[in-house]
């Protein structure tokens, strides 16, 4: 027979064990929900930009994850979706990166056409000015809003940047680093899609 100490170890040890189970319970169903609120959010931020995906959450699986460092901005796999509808492909939403904003990267999400005409941008993330370099948040002023309908040439098109480059973008009065390197990242965002016109057809490789 168990002495009284040996039966409060097996009790001991029994509750531990049913403890970690609960607990690792607890994590699933708390990552579970999490996973669950970030794509929808994700989901709202993509439908900001192409109001028509409102409801297709097939676009979160028909993604690819490619790596453009001089481009894309970042030393790390950006994700670009692909928006498809009537079996032909309308948008790419690319994010990307301006690595050269006034307080550091800026994170932005452009959904731009195959035929490189920019259909909405969103910049997700920012450290910039409170009252300066922020007004490039929707919420801010329309200023991101200006984007809409056009078209870059390629690389070379000087017409795609701030009016104190000699482009069609505004800047704003006391901060134009910001407005420049949103441009910027843009442009080099529809120049990237140009150069790379197998991603139509490259297999989703990036999930949600």
Known sequence: MLSSVGKNALLLGTAAVLCVFAVAAVNEITKTEIEQQQLASKLGT???????????????????????????????????????????LKAYLIETTAPDGYSGAIEV???????SEVLGVRVLS????????????????????????QTVGSGDDRSFAVKKDGGQFDQ?????????????????????????????SLPADCGA
């Open 46 to 88: 993509l439908v900001e930009v192409v109001p028509e995906l409102a409801g297709n959450t097939d676009i979160l699986n028909d993604c690819v994850a490619v790596l453009d460092t001089q481009l894309l901005g970042k030393d790390a796999k950006q994700k670009i979706y692909r928006y498809r509808a009537e079996g032909q």
């Open 109 to 115: 999400l452009a959904a731009i056409s195959p035929d």
């Open 126 to 149: 920012h450290k910039e000015t409170p009252g300066l370099g922020d007004k490039v948040e929707l919420r801010k002023t329309p200023w991101v809003l200006s984007f809409n309908g």
């Open 172 to 200: 704003f009065a006391g901060a134009t680093i910001t407005p420049r390197a949103v441009v910027k990242a843009v442009k080099n965002a529809a120049v990237y899609i140009q150069q790379h016109p197998e991603l139509a």
